[in-house]
């Protein structure tokens, strides 16, 4: 089943005079459970698609389907409540609150929306054991190595059990070691029939998706099955 569907996206960033085409002519299906790897050049429209289809930002043009839901139609608050119920994000750089050790900022999701604190604790908890950092709850981001800073993040990604994890980057600031667990993870997570669309420079990271959508300036100019690392 289609749970993203777009057609003939466009987006238009307008400065002053200058006009930048960031997505032109997008048309993307991405069926329920597939992991997804997009890659392409600096500036190409990666980050920029993958804020469309996380509904952090709107197209210019186009349509957008989201697990049955016409994003283009929707209020902003409409959207927001979509984007809190489909979807989890992963990013370059963690984006973890400094401030609040790793099980508060995995609740985080959960205190928007209105979890009673008993019910918030234990889905902390049993995301944190998912990633294997259980054990490192009442530490802060700063007391935790780069990989499980990035852990504590997909935690807090899936806690709320979204059909979908967007990542930008997620291995962007590992080494690579790292990443491969990083990726092991997203395996593990695919598995358990969550959809994964995630964002890479690196071949060897994108290999781990069972199929490959490559950007050039804004447009889709392949997208392959992978045969690649799918039985790792
Ligand atoms: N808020 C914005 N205002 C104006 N132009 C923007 C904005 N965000 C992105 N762009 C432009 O849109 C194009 C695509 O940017 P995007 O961030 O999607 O690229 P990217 O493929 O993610 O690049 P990178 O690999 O460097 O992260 C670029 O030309 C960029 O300058
Ligand atoms: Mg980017």
Known sequence: MEI??????????????????ALKNVSL????????????PSGS??????????????????????AGNFVDKLSDSKMSEIRNMFIGFVFQNFHLLPRMNAKKNVEIPLIYRGINTKRRNELAENALEMVGLK????????????????????ARAI????????????????????GE???????????????IVQVTHAE??????????RLMDGEIVSDEINGGKINV
């Open 45 to 66: 429209g990666k980050s920029t698609l993958l804020n469309v289809i996380g509904c952090l930002d709107r197209a210019t043009g186009g349509t957008y389907e989201l």
């Open 29 to 40: 299906s991405i069926n329920d459970k597939e992991f997804v790897s997009i890659m392409g």
């Open 181 to 195: 667990l990083i990726m092991e993870l997203f395996i593990k997570l695919n598995r358990k029939s969550m959809t």
């Open 135 to 154: 054990d490192r709850m009442h530490h802060l981001p700063s007391q935790m190595s780069g990989g499980q800073q990035q852990r504590v993040a997909i």
């Open 4 to 21: 993203i569907k777009m057609e003939n996206i466009a987006k238009l960033y307008k400065l002053g005079q200058v006009q930048v085409e």
């Open 159 to 178: 806690v709320g059990n979204p059909s979908i994890i967007l990542a930008d980057e997620p291995t962007g600031a590992l080494d690579t070691k790292t």
């Open 204 to 213: 060897e990271i994108a290999e781990y998706g069972s199929r490959i959508i």
